[in-house]
């Protein structure tokens, strides 16, 4: 408040030495200079000050603003991604329902939960499903099952304290399910 105040008196005094045809270029400067790096303010009429945002958190929101506009019209766009049913198994980490090096995915890296098999979508394809979220195909399954591009066996990872027969049980009681989807990113 002292400062508004300040910048009024300041103001006068301009007033004056304007009147008196002196210059007052450089005092003014300070003194506004200093209070607008404080806060920035606006002078609206001569005798009303009003504050007004900080012009980069104003650009943040719009820049915010218009990112969401973007994905909103992606949704809607024609060009939105392409909904098919995806029928989905289930598997473990047991040795007998993986290949002879173990939980380990066709790359040999280890079984991670979000990651899916199946042998017609490329590997690290990232594919949205509804109830599921995202997934990456980060497997290959059995060329009996998994060689159709809506096939996709989803590994479920084992509950802490959980055994080998309840960690099977649970995992097949999934059953076999079918849910919509849309592939995301293909590499």
């Known amino acids: 408040m002292f400062k508004i105040k300040t910048l009024l008196y300041l103001l006068n005094v301009i007033f004056l030495f ?58 809607e766009n024609v060009n939105s991604p392409e909904w098919k049913e995806f029928i989905l198994t289930f598997y473990t980490s047991l040795d007998f329902e993986n290949s002879s090096a173990g939980a380990v995915t066709c790359e040999n890296k280890p079984l991670i939960p979000g990651g899916v098999a199946n042998n017609v979508i490329p590997l690290n394809t990232k594919i949205y499903l509804e109830n599921y979220g995202q997934v990456v195909v980060n497997d290959r399954g059995s060329h009996e099952h998994f060689d159709t591009a809506n096939r996709l066996d989803v590994f479920i990872e084992r509950e802490p304290g959980e055994s080998d027969k309840q960690y099977a049980h649970r995992i097949n009681s999934y059953g076999v399910q079918k849910v919509q989807g849309y592939i995301l990113k293909q590499t």
Not at 33 to 49: N, V
């Open 18 to 75: 304007n009147a008196s045809n002196i210059n007052t270029t450089t005092p003014i400067h300070m003194v506004t200079e200093e209070i607008i790096k404080d806060k920035p303010q606006a002078i609206i009429h001569s005798t009303e000050l009003h504050l007004i945002e900080n012009p980069i958190e104003i650009q943040y929101e719009k820049d915010k603003q218009e990112e969401m506009k973007k994905k909103s019209l992606l949704k």
